[in-house]
Structure formats: C-alpha cells, structure tokens
C-alpha cells in the first residue's frame, strides 16, 4: 500500500507490444505491469514473470482437505458416535474414500481461488486504479513505476519511441484497497 | 526434413538377445511344466503365456487407439512423434495373434483333473461347465464359437487399422502440398476405429480373455478398468521410445512441451486407474454378496495380498507423488523411471486379474514368468524397430506439422 508515480504508456498493437516489453526490460526501467483486454499468449515469458506457485499452495490445500476428512470422520465413527453399519468395522476406511476424495478436491479448489484472488488482488468489494479506461476494451497498457530519480520526460519519451499511442504520468495506489467505485479517493486529487 | 532412425546394432542384439531367452525359456516350460505330472505346472504354463500375450496385446493397441482419438479430435500434439505410436499400433496384431493361439490353445488343448476326478479346462472353466448352473447359463456368451468370432474379429480388425493409419501417413508425404484429402480419411476412419475398439478393448475382449478365467465372478467395469490399465502403460511404452529415440539425436521436432503431454498422461491416467481400481473394489466390499467377494477374497486377504498391495501403491502411490510436479514430467530420468514402473506395475496388475483362477495359491514369480515376459519385450522392441527404420520419423507434409513445432504443453 503505497502512492507511487507511473509512466503510462497504451499500446493498439500486439506487434508493437512485444517488442516494446523487450526494450522496457533492456532499458532498465521498473516495469510495474501491464494490463490486456484479453489473455495474450507468451506475455508472462516477454515479461520475465516466474512459473507461479499456485499448484504447490493447492497441494497443501489439498492435504488439509484429506487430513481434515480422515480425522473428522475417523473420531465420529471411532470415537464419539460408534454405530454399527451392516456390520462393518469402525474403522471403514474405503466407505470414506469418497468422502475424503470430495474433500480434498473442495479443500484445493476453494483455497485455490482465494489465493489467486489475493494473489491478483480482486475480491469483492476492493478496488484497484485504472491506469487506462480502455485497458478492458482495445488497449494494452504498461505502466512503469517511477521515483525521485527518474525523470518523467525522459520516460515518457522513451514510451514514445517504442510505438505507444497515448502516454501520460499518473500518481496513484499501486495495490489494492476497499472502497468504493463511485467515490473519488484523495490521491486522485493530485493527478488534477 | 530427413529424420531417419537406423537401427543400433546394440538395439537389435539387445532384442534377439531377449527373443532367445523367451524361446530359451518357453522351450523349457514345454520341457519341465507342460511335461510335468503337475497339474498345477501345466496351468501355470497356459497362465503365464496368456497373461503376458493379453497384456503386451493390449498395450500395444492402446496406440491404434491413441492415433485414432487424437485424428478424431485434430489434435496437432502427437504429429510430432505420431511414428512412433504408428510402428507400435503396426505391430499390435503381431501380439494379437500370439494371444489367439494361446487363447485358442487354452480351449481345445488344455485340460486337468479336476475335484471328483473329471477332466475340466481350470483357466477357462466355462470349457467344461459341467453341470454348474451358473456356467450353463452363461453359455449363450461364453462358449468356444463366441470366443473365437470375437478374438479372430479383433485381431484382424486391430491388424487392419494399425497398419492402414500408418499407410495413409506415409502416403501423406508423397501427396501434394497441404493436401487434406488423406487427412479426412484417417479421420473418417478413426471414428469407425473407436467403434471398433469400444466394442473390442472396452467391452468383449477383457470380458473372454481375462475376466472369464474366474467364469461365476463378474463386474460390469471390468473391461473399462482394463482398458485404463492398458491405456496408462500403452502411453509409457510411447513415452519409452521417445526417450530412446531422442537419446539416440531422432525425432527433432520433439521438445520438453511433448515430454510434458505424455507424462501429464502417465500421471492422470494412473488416477483415472486407480478411480475404476476403487470403483469396483468399494462396491463390492460395501454389498458383501459372496459371489463377488470371492473376487477379492482371494486376491486381497488371500495369497495374492503382497501383489495386491504393491499393485495398489506401484500405479497409484507412486505416479501421483512422483509425477504430480511440473518439473518432473519434464526430465528424462523421472518419466522414463516412471514409465517402467508403471508398465511393470500392469504388469503386475494384469498378473494378479488372472493368475488367482486357474492357480489359486501356487502362484510364482520365477524363470518362466520373467522369462517370458523378456521374450515378449524382446518381440516389442525388434518389430517396432524395424518399422520405424522404415520410414522417416517425421511426417513429411502433415498439414499439422506446424502447429506441433510450436505446440505448448
């Protein structure tokens, strides 16, 4: 959570966007992301972005799920509530396979979703900036971070020479916050 | 592009080696089982033939089926070492009719003394049904002509296809420049195969071949399961040539992206396995019907316990812990250790769905079933080399070729 200063840059093209990543990249300029109306093919690997580690998060969801399943109903049946089912043991382990499958998949899918919505920052009721009103419609957008030591023009015009339609500077939140869409947040008044 | 595999001589000596041991070892079981004064030696001469044809039959004619399913849904993922399940579907009928003789053996050939001293078939007992209910009733299927109507029927129609999909894609790369004429007819003709195939592999055959050596038990998924225990060691027997070919600088347009595919399917077909293996067992111990827990009496509590566990934990434990990371079905060592644990595992697999009929607690794992399965490995490996020296191991002129260059797993 912190109010950052961006270079802006909207791009028409994916043939312009590809190499124009690869220059922002060799240029040494904070690439901060970049936004696309749909999903582009071979983006994360232009961006340099690392394999996510999601499956590994979902596998530890998934233990949870079984251990959660196993246990559960291993002390109902064993322990608190012992009933006699058609006369099989208490300890019925493939009676609970289903069970236990069922939850493992729920326990994995659900933890998934969640952490990739914290991972992407989007859950209900929290807000992100727009960098660009048409980054959901035709425009690819990339947005570099800038600070103290960078010079505006120098960024913008660097934008410039690598085919970008539209460039402009703007401060803003770099990550998420709750609020509201039809209320204006402070930082926008410096963008005036 | 020229991508031709010449065999090496150590490939060829490798496979005749084994085809010697496997003639080496069934000159011997003629010798000491089959003239043994042993029933118990005669039937674990039969058992063990029929296992090991039905088995190498089976995941040999997964390839047909590969090819077919992938042409039916154009998928461009296989195009670039589709060679490979071409020279093994090629071959299927090869395995195929080595199963009908002995099947076709097992009928007429075979018989022992049995309980009250009358002479019955112990592998395939609906030979002789006597006078069980159970095995009269169920004449109308299982009988003699029945059985060999529908192995003859699949052997030829296996032989077929096999070689008339690897036909039409050799004769795709005389045809002219991105012509798609042949390209729908093999996928015509993959539709009338997975008919074929549905009403062989995944119904018919497993129900005589394998499921009838225990006559009065019976499980309706029985042939599905089958077909997911070849499926998954049919697609590790691809993986194993790619590797080899690979190794040895062939199939160029391969990358890690292929590797990937195959070894997604080893480990999710090795779950869909395990999904039918549950099926049926859970079934069946939650119903408790005697006629059906015979079935796993036998296997799970009975003499047969050790196999039915490594079975369990050789194709479910294994592949899911060891193949379920991405980078793990992208290294040649894991997939290729993978893929012969998994195939030894349906091995192991096919051994325990037939050995506990006809041998009950006599079962071994000796000389004559490793052995045995050598020769039939042997077999493997010298035929499909030899048809994917043949040809260039790259489909020339596919229309798909482009897209498999590029595919991304």
């Given at each position: ?192 | ?136 009733g169920k004449k109308p299927f299982l009988n003699p002509t029945m059985f060999i109507c529908f192995t003859v029927a699949t052997v030829v129609l296996w032989g077929f296809f096999g070689n008339k999909f ?53 499980s309706t998924l029985f042939s599905w399961y089958n077909f997911a225990s070849a499926f998954v060691s049919g697609m590790s027997l691809i993986m194993l040539w790619v590797v080899y070919l690979k190794n ?162």
């Open positions: 959570m912190a109010i950052k200063k961006f270079a802006v840059a909207a791009y028409d093209d994916e043939d312009v966007l590809f190499p124009a990543v690869s220059k922002v990249r060799h240029s040494g300029y904070k690439l901060h992301d970049i936004y696309t109306p749909f999903p582009v093919h071979g983006l994360d690997v232009a961006m340099g972005l690392k394999e996510t580690d999601l499956h590994i998060a979902g596998f530890i969801y998934g233990l949870c799920g079984t251990s959660t399943a196993v246990g559960f109903i291993s002390w109902i049946y064993t322990i608190d509530w012992k009933i006699n089912y058609g006369g099989k043991p208490h300890f019925s382990l493939p009676a609970w396979i289903p069970i236990t499958f069922e939850l493992t998949v729920l326990f994995a899918a659900v933890g998934m979703v969640l952490t990739f919505c914290y991972l992407n920052q989007i859950m209900p009721g929290v807000k992100k900036h727009v960098f660009h009103p048409r980054q959901s419609d035709d425009l690819f957008i990339i947005t570099l971070e800038l600070n103290d030591h960078v010079s505006e023009s120098e960024a913008i015009a660097f934008l410039k020479s690598t085919g970008a339609k539209e460039t402009s500077v703007q401060i803003a939140e770099d990550s998420w916050w709750y609020g509201r869409w039809d209320k204006a947040e402070p930082y926008e008044a410096l963008n005036a | 592009m020229n991508d031709r595999f010449e065999i090496p001589a150590r490939l060829r000596n490798t496979s005749l080696a084994l085809i010697g041991v496997g003639v080496l070892t069934l000159l011997c079981g003629i010798a000491v089982l089959l003239n043994s004064h042993d029933d118990m030696d005669k039937t674990r001469f039969w058992a063990v033939l029929l296992h090991d044809s039905v088995f190498f039959t089976f995941i040999t004619g997964v390839s047909i089926f590969v090819q077919a399913a992938v042409s039916l849904a154009q998928g461009a993922w296989l195009t670039a070492y589709r060679r490979v399940p071409e020279a093994i579907g090629a071959n299927a009928w090869i395995f195929g009719s080595i199963a009908a003789i002995v099947t076709i053996c097992i009928i007429f050939g075979f018989k022992v003394h049995g309980e009250h001293g009358e002479m019955v078939n112990s592998i395939y007992p609906w030979v002789t049904p006597g006078t069980d209910k159970v095995l009269l690897r036909s039409y894609s050799i004769a795709q790369e005389s045809a002219p420049k991105n012509d798609t004429k042949i390209y729908w007819k093999v996928f015509r003709l993959s539709g009338v195969f997975l008919i074929v195939y549905g009403l062989s592999q995944m119904s018919t055959i497993p129900w005589l071949w394998v499921m009838s050596v225990q006559a009065h038990w019976y040895q600088g062939n199939l160029l347009l391969v990358t890690k992206e292929h590797m990937h595919d195959l070894g997604k399917f080893m480990f999710a077909f090795s779950i869909f396995w395990t999904y039918l293996w549950f099926a049926q067992y859970m079934l069946i111990w939650y119903a408790n019907i005697p006629d059906e827990t015979i079935y796993f009496k036998l296997r799970q509590h009975g003499p047969y316990s050790v196999i039915f566990y490594a079975n369990f934990i050789i194709n479910f434990c294994m592949p899911i812990l060891i193949l379920m990371a991405r980078p793990s079905k992208r290294n040649y060592f894991t997939v290729t250790f993978m893929a012969m644990v998994i195939i030894f595992g349906h091995w192991l697999d096919f051994f325990q769905m037939i050995m506990p009929g006809p041998l009950g607690e006599h079962w071994h794992i000796n000389w004559y079933e490793i052995g045995t399965f050598m020769g039939f490995v042997g077999i493997l490996i010298f035929t499909v080399s030899r048809t994917l020296s043949k040809s260039s191991l790259i489909q020339n002129n596919s229309i798909l070729l482009k897209e498999t260059a590029v595919h991304i797993a």
